[in-house]
């Protein structure tokens, strides 16, 4: 009987080969190599282009003409620094953003030399490319020399029949002088040879790949936008996802006012002027309408309370997040065991977040984890607030499925907090809220 096809054998028995016998074929091997390759020429290029324009410019710098040719020479680094972004991301696989732009102060020649000499982006460009052009000649040279003498030692015992045939010797030269000479031209010694070109074959990606770390922070480092550019960046984003959550907050409000109290308190206002319509002449029908009035009126207020509670409960304002987890957990209809060690109070914000992720989790393990127990932990850690919620439940949850965990890991981000998730197929489910602590 055949053995049935499985997709995985393939990469089963892809992986019976050892990563290091593996590594000199693989594609990462070959892009690195070719990452290496044609680095020193564009090093060259962009040293000389550096070297050359910085020079005359500060040479000229006595005349007004050395501050256009200096701004000139900051140009082309980072046109050299955009085909190095782009290098970097074929055939390293490094994506590094597009630094900030230029934003000159006005119209007009002036202010864009201004700008360009004040940019920190224009500046880290040429320091790559004075930085960049030795390291480019010594990852060349020892790259190219362990390739080549790597692969031409390894395949020497197929090769080796040419010196005898054309070269009028028997083999390789290792050693030789006006008496004596010594060859590669017998079986051990070119067994050897290529055992030795093994080495250097299955030695070289590895160190491609020290090599080209090095470049890869290069490239991070002086090439991308700068920390405080993609700090600010991030807080746009921040502040967008705080905006975007604040306008979906109050949607989702104004739906469950409208769909829920609003239309209880429409219907209760109707059964009341029926009721007293009919009071004097049909009593009895008067008062079962009340009746049902006073119990729309109970179930009104339970829903306006629940909103309220999803929206900031009053006892986590009154007594804090002690209090205000324990009345979630008790609501939530898998037994939690809590545990909360808070020295003081956080800042109201992240005390709100903190409950509302809490709430959230809790909600999701009822609805969905057919879980038997959970437990809930929130404790202080030195620099973050951490709360850790665990069940013993089927697992599986993911957050780019389109749950709502995927808007609890944004409304963290917001306040530079984070959410981790491992949830195996099977269980348990362990998610983890981290917070900055903020009193």
Not at 14 to 35: F, N, Q
Not at 354 to 376: F, G, R
Not at 427 to 433: F, K
């Amino acid at each position: 009987m055949a053995t049935p096809y499985t997709p995985y054998r393939e990469e089963r028995d892809h992986h019976r080969v050892p990563a290091a016998l593996r590594a000199p074929l693989e594609t990462r091997t070959w892009r690195e190599l070719g990452y290496v390759l044609t680095g020193l020429p564009v090093a060259i290029a962009l040293f000389v282009w550096a070297v050359t324009m910085v020079s005359l410019g500060a040479g000229l710098l006595v005349t007004f003409v050395g501050v256009p040719v200096l701004a000139l020479a900051l140009v082309g680094c980072r046109g050299f620094g955009a085909l190095e972004r782009a290098r970097a991301r074929g055939l390293l696989k490094v994506r590094v953003a597009t630094p900030e732009p230029l934003r000159p102060g006005g119209p007009g020649l002036l202010p864009w030399l201004g700008a360009v000499l004040k940019s920190g982006s224009s500046w880290r460009h040429l320091v790559y490319a004075l930085v960049h052009f030795p390291w480019a000649v010594f990852s060349f040279s020892v790259a190219i020399s362990f390739w080549t003498y790597g692969w031409a030692l390894l395949t020497y015992p197929l090769w080796f029949w040419v010196f005898p045939m054309w070269a009028g010797q028997g083999g390789i030269q290792v050693y030789g002088d006006a008496h004596h000479s010594v060859y590669l031209d017998n079986p051990f010694e070119i067994t050897v040879t290529a055992l030795i070109g093994l080495v250097f074959t299955l030695v070289t990606p590895w160190l491609l790949r020290g090599l080209t770390t090095v470049d890869r922070l290069l490239v991070r480092g002086l090439l991308g936008p700068s920390r405080l550019t993609a700090r600010v960046e991030e807080l746009e984003s921040d502040r967008g996802v705080v905006v975007d959550t604040a306008a979906a907050d109050l949607r989702r409000i104004e739906r469950d006012l409208h769909d829920g109290a609003q239309a209880r308190l429409v219907n209760l206002a109707m059964g009341l002027g029926l009721a007293k319509e009919k009071l004097h002449h049909d009593p009895e029908t008067a008062a079962r309408m009340v009746e049902e009035a006073h119990g729309e009126v109970k179930t009104a207020l339970k829903e306006l309370r629940d909103l309220a509670r999803g929206i900031h409960p009053a006892v986590l304002t009154d007594r804090g997040l002690d209090a205000a987890l324990s009345a979630i957990a008790t609501r939530c209809t898998v037994p939690v065991t809590l545990t909360v060690d808070l020295p003081t109070r956080p800042a109201p914000a992240i005390e709100g977040i903190t409950y509302y992720t809490a709430s959230e989790l809790l909600q999701n393990i009822s609805k969905h984890s057919h879980a038997h127990h959970a437990t809930l932990d929130l404790r202080h850690t030195p620099h973050h607030l951490t709360l850790q919620i665990t069940d013993d439940g089927i697992g599986g949850a993911d957050p780019t499925h389109g749950s709502g965990l995927a808007g609890l890991t944004e409304r963290l981000g917001a306040v530079d907090g984070i959410l981790t998730i491992d949830s195996p197929p099977g269980g348990p489910t362990v998610v983890t809220a981290e917070l900055p602590w903020r009193t």
